[in-house]
């Protein structure tokens, strides 16, 4: 019954055994519904601790958005406060989604630029020893999805670029990393993304490969994870109609059921085929890619009973936990399968060591000086010089002095608002005279003598698509329409999302950054001033396949 604790990617020894044994024969039925849950965590919500306990969660998410000491205190009150020890998990991916008061870190698709795994595993050894020293020990990444279709907006600057073997080698590199600082990690987003132009946000999406394709690319990367002993699967709301068809040929609808509420999917290929024996964590149930295939009291219990060991996120907590209850009690989701999810969580947990304790803590280990230093140091090996047709780089306040910069700011999914780019103070303190481009201003060519368009638009969850939008950025119809490149020296860059190419083909210089963190933005500024040089390779096909955007 509980032989598959002791293999990869548990690992664990008969005290071990015992502990998820005496775990789980000591829970009631409202706990054991519980530990089937990883919910949201944000803010400074005082009630929310009391509802952590009621619920009894297998752990939670947490964004991180306050201070340090705040948010250690939080986070050691919450794991105080648990009868079994929880899963506190993030996402760490670097640029906007380090943690705020810790070391700035490039993001997957920077890393991938560099190219360099010892790179890399720096990186990642920063972000775990920081996320393990205020009480993180599950990582919900990385990603090893595929930039396959360049308008996804949900790869983009998350994965590691187009090129599989850079994506399994960059993959591999963190998962060890991660894991050897007692990180859990997860890859994602199961059975793979990249080839769908949509975000699974908003609309289920569709991984279009047939068995043999998905085989060398997908297939390839999954296996590579599950042989290095990668500690858990996201299994997305993503359909793989060949796979269901090579089963039914007339599977019809059932073809796209997403992979969260797909037994075919979780157990007959990720499981059975190919070998996976950790934790299968569903994505984020809120999500529409989950909800627009069916009623939520259905396809709750359906993510359990259709083989993923956790649910990740709710809405209404109370509620789901509910239905979940319900469906223990009916027999929708057997004891054997309740028993055997439960067992593979708490035997997560085992492998993590939390059974026997939990530190709190270790606020003097985040943000240490050398993390920063090494960081910036990557993070400078990341621009990369796409083109420069006309000899623009580098600039020089004796011949570029009176600078126009159009922006629309730093765009985040969770704030309402972008923030401002450090951009414009960067170059003033080089000399530069900076003025902001304001919405609707024709751009007079005798006004200026350089042009720089700065974008930074990093993966963005429940946009649908990322572009160039000249309409916003410039503010009226009719300086969407200017180009003045031909008039004044124009430089594009972009701080995120790599294809603003296809948007602007003709821009004479473009530079791309791939993260919007104030390092990457001051690496830029040294690049472009001649003082450090390029060193970025791109890990994407920029060009986005089209001839003119090289002329």
Not at 319 to 346: F, N, W
Not at 483 to 495: K, N
């Amino acid at each position: 019954m509980v032989d598959f604790l002791r293999r990869a990617p548990f690992d664990l020894d008969q005290s071990g055994i015992d502990w998820v044994e005496r775990t789980l024969a000591a829970m009631g039925p409202q706990e054991r519904a519980g530990q089937l849950f990883i919910h949201f965590s944000m803010g400074a919500d005082p009630g929310e601790l009391s509802r952590l306990s009621a619920l009894a969660p297998a752990g939670i998410t947490r964004f991180f958005g306050g201070t340090l000491d705040a948010e250690a205190d939080f986070l050691d009150a919450a794991q105080a406060g648990a009868n079994v020890p929880l899963l506190i998990a993030s996402d760490l991916e670097g640029s906007r989604m380090s943690l705020p008061f810790g070391t700035e870190v490039p993001n997957p698709l920077a890393l991938a630029a560099v190219d360099d795994l010892q790179a890399s595993r720096d990186i990642a050894g920063i972000m775990a020893r920081e996320a393990v020293a205020i009480g993180v020990n599950w990582t919900l990444t990385p990603v090893i999805d595929i930039n396959a279709a360049f308008r996804s907006p949900i790869v983009a600057t998350r994965g590691f670029g187009s090129d599989v073997a850079r994506i399994e080698a960059q993959a591999l590199t963190q998962i060890a990393a991660f894991q050897s600082e007692g990180v859990a990690a997860t890859v994602k987003h199961w059975p793979g993304e990249g080839h769908d132009d949509r975000d699974q946000h908003l609309v289920t999406t569709v991984n279009p490969l047939d068995m043999d394709a998905w085989e060398a690319n997908h297939g390839r990367l999954y296996r590579a994870a599950i042989a290095a002993g990668v500690k858990a699967v996201m299994s997305a709301h993503i359909a793989f109609p060949a796979y269901i068809r090579s089963l039914n040929p007339d599977a019809g609808v059932e073809a796209f059921r997403p992979a969260s509420v797909s037994r075919d999917l979780n157990q007959g290929l990720l499981r059975d085929k190919l070998g996976f024996n950790g934790v299968i964590l569903s994505d984020a149930t809120p999500m529409a890619g989950f909800g627009a295939w069916g009623p939520r009291s259905i396809m709750l219990p359906e993510v359990i009973k259709n083989g993923c060991d956790l649910i990740l996120f709710s809405d209404d907590p109370e509620a789901d936990h509910a239905l979940i209850l319900a469906a223990i009690s009916d027999g929708r989701i057997s004891q054997t399968r309740l028993e055997t999810a439960l067992r593979r969580v708490l035997g997560l947990k085992a492998s993590l060591g939390l059974h026997l304790g939990v530190r709190k803590a270790a606020r003097d280990r985040i943000g240490l000086s050398g993390d920063r230093t090494a960081a910036r140091a990557v993070t400078a090996r990341a621009p990369t010089l796409v083109k420069d047709l006309t000899g623009l780089i580098p600039l020089s306040p004796a011949r570029h002095k009176r600078v126009l910069v159009v922006s629309g700011g730093v765009v985040i999914p969770f704030l309402p608002e972008p923030l401002p780019l450090d951009l414009p103070e960067l170059l003033r303190a080089e000399g530069f005279a900076v003025t902001l481009h304001e919405k609707g201003q024709h751009i007079r060519p005798e006004d200026w003598d350089l042009v720089i368009y700065a974008l930074a638009e990093e993966t963005l969850l429940t946009r649908g698509r990322i572009f160039l939008d000249w309409l916003k950025l410039t503010g009226s119809f009719d300086a969407a329409m200017q180009r003045v490149w031909h008039e004044v020296p124009t430089l594009l860059i972009s701080f995120g999302y790599p294809y603003l190419l296809y948007d602007a083909p003709r821009a004479p210089c473009y530079i791309n950054a791939y993260a919007s963190m104030p390092t990457m933005q001051a690496a830029v500024v040294d690049c472009i001033v001649g003082r450090a040089p390029f060193q970025g390779t791109s890990p994407v096909d920029p060009f986005c396949g089209l001839e003119d955007a090289h002329y």
